[in-house]
């Protein structure tokens, strides 16, 4: 396999800078890999030299055409935020910030964790879920208590880092998002938001919030979750927001077809929040968890459009982008359903 000199040297350039590696150090593998609609990922291995031998790397980078112009320095932050706490993740080894990079964008380099991602769009890899969940239950176990243990990490040195939103200004930020990337007005999705937020919920103290937590964005290796990934979207907030937004049928492996019964088709629902309760010390409302899962619905309805917009306009050629539009006619149903129409 070639590997792109220019990747590879910007690559190395970061590392050095951050001070995880010297000049003697060279890149023997570069690839990108699959997954990464707002992101890009690139495997990396990277050769330290006589008695430090070849470490695996990630490079996360920020294309210019993506579903979401998130903040990669903000995601960049909250992975070293997190870095002490007792939940799997990967450690930063340097972040680029400028925009004109070989990756296309931003980017930074970190540790490569064992394990796998898993695809609930997949029969195969929702089989396999189910098949945890009727035997050892150790991803169950573990998605339920790190989400927990994130729930627990002190925010307050994050809050100059990532966005700090209630949950009204929750609601607002996406439909602002949604207003911006809407192609016609969508009268279910309208009525959504005014449904959602007649049913704000008494409010809690403030977490951090993952954003996009789901079995998708971790690593499975040995029956148990080895990494917990994409934090591009946390913010400090509501910690209900990451129990409604994983509930979504669409995290379950619904599509153009209905996917797994069981929640992230990974736990049965009681017994998921039930563990999480015990876990957390907090206590689970399933109605104002279906408050949040329509919040979650609306927040993938504007990420959905905003792809579709960027594919459109010839920001990109990444085809994914266009698929979305198959995924909005099956949160327009769920919608329906949980305001109980």
Request: glycine share 10%; hydrophobic share 45%; with cysteine.
């Amino acid at each position: 396999m070639s590997i792109d000199d220019a990747k590879a040297g910007a690559l190395l350039q970061t590392m050095i800078a951050a001070g995880d590696a010297s000049q003697a150090a060279r890149v023997t593998y570069l690839e990108q890999i699959e997954g990464g609609w707002s992101r890009h990922s690139y495997a990396a291995r990277v050769d330290h030299g006589p008695g430090a031998g070849e470490k695996a790397y990630i490079v996360r980078a920020r294309p210019r055409g993506s579903t979401l112009d998130t903040d990669l320095g903000a995601e960049f932050r909250t992975f070293e935020l997190v870095a002490d706490a007792p939940i799997p993740t990967p450690a930063v080894r340097g972040f680029e910030p400028s925009e004109d990079t070989p990756y296309d964008g931003p980017f930074f380099v970190m540790d490569r964790l064992d394990g796998h991602a898993v695809n609930v769009w997949r029969k195969r890899d929702r089989v396999a879920l189910a098949e945890d969940w009727a035997g050892e239950r150790g991803i169950a176990a573990d998605l339920a208590d790190h989400l927990a243990a994130i729930h627990r990490i002190d925010p307050a040195p994050a809050a100059g880092a990532i966005p700090v939103r209630d949950f009204q200004a929750t609601v607002d930020h996406w439909q602002s998002v949604s207003h911006a990337a809407r192609l016609v007005r969508d009268p279910v999705v309208e009525e959504a938001y005014t449904w959602v937020r007649s049913r704000e919920p008494e409010p809690v103290a403030p977490c951090l919030v993952h954003g996009d937590y789901r079995i998708g964005n971790c690593l499975i290796d040995g029956g148990r979750v080895s990494g917990i990934l994409d934090w591009e979207l946390s913010f400090i907030g509501d910690p209900r927001f990451d129990l409604g937004y994983m509930a979504l049928d669409y995290h379950a492996g619904k599509f153009t077809t209905p996917g797994s019964e069981l929640l992230n088709a990974t736990a049965d629902r009681a017994w998921f929040h039930a563990r999480y309760a015990e876990a957390s010390g907090r206590e689970v409302d399933p109605e104002v968890v279906r408050t949040f899962t329509a919040l979650g619905a609306l927040m993938l309805f504007a990420i959905m459009t905003t792809g579709l917009g960027v594919y459109a306009r010839g920001e990109t050629t990444d085809v994914r982008l266009a698929w979305g539009r198959f995924v909005l006619p099956g949160l327009r149903q769920d919608l329906a359903a949980l305001m109980q129409w």
